[in-house]
């Protein structure tokens, strides 16, 4: 009875540990069989999450009248100058939708397009515009159709933007600057299907005198107006 009761009191722990080494194994195998899909899960959720980042370099676009943007070809005449990805002034987001144009003026009299393209590149440089119209009627696009800009206040978020350059303090556009603002405007109304009334000035927005010429002269902006409904149902788009 003595000898039952010491062996049963030896083979207890003996039975328990082989016990748990048995159950250590079972959640091993698990975890061999478990690991493996665990990480292929991570991985998927990370390419999952990283997709916008690594296939567009960037969100995607909510809009589908924004979208449209990004595929739309710019004619010859335009001058693609897209100031870099990293640059201060590059917000990196996309319109929201798209209601307008908006025009301004550079407010640096004499300076040329180039110049404010690179001013706009600049470190440190907080304002940009899709496009610039030079002295000599050039035109520069600087940002891609579909971004915002950073020009028009509360209207960046639905507005393409235009700058234009001017040779004095008066504001006045030169003949081929006023011409190729024109053309700009007529080209881009057309392909987005925007009206003329929906092309207006800075001040329209926020008040600002800019374009100063067209804020100080509203019969030049009538004219400009009246010009650009003309040019909409008189023009073809040019491209080339
Ligand atoms: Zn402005």
């Known amino acids: 009875m003595s000898t039952t009761k010491i062996r049963t009191t030896e083979s207890k722990p003996s039975r328990t540990r082989r016990g748990k080494r048995a159950a250590k194994r079972t959640r091993l195998v698990q975890l061999r069989f478990l690991l493996p899909i665990l990480l292929v899960l991570c991985a998927a959720l990370l390419v999952w999450g990283l997709r916008g980042h690594l296939f567009s370099g960037g969100p995607t676009i909510e809009n589908p009248k924004v979208a449209q943007l990004s595929n739309l070809k710019l004619p010859s005449w335009v001058d693609k100058e897209i100031i870099p990805k990293d640059s201060d002034s590059r917000r990196g987001e996309y319109l929201e939708d798209i209601n307008g144009i908006v025009i301004h003026y550079v407010g640096n009299p004499g300076t040329s397009a180039k110049q404010n393209r690179n001013y706009f590149a600049n470190a440190g440089t907080e304002v940009n515009s899709h496009f610039l119209i030079g002295l000599e009627g050039e035109i520069v696009q600087c940002l891609p159709l579909e971004e915002k800009s950073s020009a028009s206040n509360e209207r960046n978020r639905d507005t393409i ?45 926020t008040g600002k005198l800019c374009p100063y010429y067209f804020v100080n002269n509203p019969a030049a902006w009538q004219a400009f107006q009246d010009s650009l409904e003309e040019s909409l149902l008189t023009t073809s788009n040019q491209t080339k």
Do not use: M
């Not at 235009?162 to 003949?175: K, L, N, R, S, Y």
């Not at 299907?193 to 927005?205: A, E, M, T």
């Open 161 to 205: 933007s235009i700058e234009v350059c001017h040779p004095d303090d008066t504001g006045a556009f030169t003949e081929q600057s006023y011409a190729s603002l024109l053309k700009l405007t007529t080209w881009l109304c057309k392909e987005i299907g925007l009206s003329p009334n929906q092309v207006i000035r800075h001040y329209d927005v």
